[in-house]
């Protein structure tokens, strides 16, 4: 089904949660939700980060990937994304995997703990997509609240 055949779908159910986003953004969520969600059904629980805060975040990656260089990490992938002026999935990869770099560290060291911050999930949709429909100003949020929660949260176990 093409995207916005799901919106017309997909828009009840965010209703029924007192959700009302424009049918733009929703078909554009449908598209990266899809490529995970065999049934209409599963939409909410494959996505439901694109609407509200993630609820919790997967404790399993963040005990294991949780480590003293990733604050570091995301504080300065913060201060990158904030001064993209084109903030596309192209140029949000380009700031994650030139930074990761110039730390002298593969970028998939952060790659699925930088998933669970944005979305709470170790998986799902292709990740940079997922941070440009979002947008700035809530992908700055995440990572902010990311980094008062996650550190207690590594160190718990």
């Not at 504080?75 to 999935?89: A, I, P, Q, V």
């Not at 730390?103 to 669970?116: C, I």
């Amino acid at each position: 089904k093409d995207n916005y055949e799901l919106v017309k779908e997909f828009k009840p159910v965010l209703e029924e949660k007192g959700i009302d986003v424009d049918d733009e953004y929703l078909a554009r969520v449908c598209g990266l939700i899809k490529e995970k969600a065999s049934f209409l059904t599963e939409f909410w629980s494959f996505g439901y980060y694109f609407f509200q805060d993630p609820a919790s975040y997967d404790e399993k990656v963040v005990r294991k990937k949780w480590n003293d260089q990733v604050p570091t990490f995301l504080e300065n992938l913060r201060e990158r994304l904030n001064k993209l002026d084109d903030f596309t999935s192209d140029s949000i990869e380009e700031a994650f995997k030139s930074l990761a770099s110039e730390m002298n560290e593969k970028p998939g060291k952060f790659m699925q703990l930088f998933r669970v911050v944005i979305t709470g999930m170790g998986s799902g949709p292709a990740l940079f997509e997922v941070v440009a429909v979002l947008g700035k100003q809530e992908v700055i949020k995440r990572i902010d609240q990311a980094l008062q929660q996650m550190p207690s949260m590594a160190h718990d176990a």
